[in-house]
T-cell receptor, first 114, second 110 residues
């Protein structure tokens, strides 16, 4: 059984640039959610995808967007990067997560915006 | 918005000690969960609680879902060095996403 994998693990961007982060869900999991974890904080919900459609969104601006593909993998795109976007971005997959809260997280992509 | 308050923010343990941490909310949750995050890793689920008043164990870990549905606690008995890490409580929102606390950081006493 393959766990959740994310890429890249680390990246550095400058203000105003765009970034794409990728996630492969755990085998058999059809739901992917993305969380932002600032230093010293708990993860904050960005959005969730089920069957290639966004089906839940947290308090993040539209410049945060995503995709889910037929194989359940997912991308998080952030446009017009700001310094405050520096954080660990966590992807989590689940089968019944919206009912049970049981999520399987990847190791995250650490984004630094200069 | 909904917020979870975890306490303590940090604590130091000596091997063999029992540890207790808790989490409170201004809102009701019907599901409470506890996750642990090691450095450089994503959070890992420890215990999930689905019923008010429920007491659930997972090895040396015991968690309770408060009867008011606004709080939960986690106990770790006979701590070992690998218990070090950050423990997060989380409530499952009506939207189906998790709302996390800020975490309790467990470190080893020098």
């Amino acid at each position: 059984e393959t766990g959740v994998t994310q890429s890249p693990t680390h990246l550095i961007k400058t203000r105003g640039q765009q970034v794409t982060l990728r996630c492969s869900s755990q085998s058999g999991h059809n739901t992917v959610s993305w969380y932002q974890q600032a230093l010293g904080q708990g993860p904050q919900f960005i959005f969730q995808y089920y069957r290639e459609e966004e089906n839940g969104r947290g308090n993040f601006p539209p410049r945060f967007s995503g995709l889910q593909f037929p194989n359940y993998s997912s991308e998080l795109n952030v446009n017009a990067l700001e310094l405050d976007d520096s954080a660990l971005y966590l992807c989590a997959s689940s089968l019944f997560g919206t009912y049970t809260g049981e999520l399987f997280f990847g190791e995250g992509s650490r984004l630094t915006v200069l | 918005g909904q917020q979870l308050n975890q306490s303590p923010q940090s604590m130091f343990i000596q091997e063999g000690e029992d540890v207790s941490m808790n989490c409170t909310s201004s809102s009701i949750f019907n599901t409470w969960l506890w996750y642990k995050q090691d450095p450089g890793e994503g959070p890992v689920l420890l215990i999930a609680l689905y019923k008010a008043g429920e007491l659930t164990s997972n090895g040396r870990l015991t968690a309770q879902f408060g009867i008011t549905r606004k709080d939960s606690f986690l106990n770790i008995s006979a701590s070992i060095p690998s218990d070090v890490g950050i423990y997060f409580c989380a409530g499952l929102s009506s939207q189906g996403n998790l709302i996390f606390g800020k975490g309790t950081k467990l470190s080893v006493k020098p």
